[in-house]
């Protein structure tokens, strides 16, 4: 699970560091006015990775310490 740095902005490291990660799940926190890059989503994407922005309402994650949900 990867909280995605600087609401999703995309920077020279971008793809380097989401590659190392390669997260199944990304929650980037946003607003309708500042949303992230179309470059980063479409990286994370095709990475194979789940999307969640706060930008579409609360992101809620739930774990047991072994197994976790997201919901939104």
Known sequence: ILKVPHHGRKNANSEKFFTVLSPK???IT????DMPDAAVLSFLK??????????DGTVTLTTDGTRYTVSQ
């Open 25 to 27: 799940t990304a929650i």
């Open 30 to 33: 946003c607003e309708k006015k």
């Open 46 to 55: 095709s990475l194979g990775t789940k999307i969640y922005g706060t930008v």
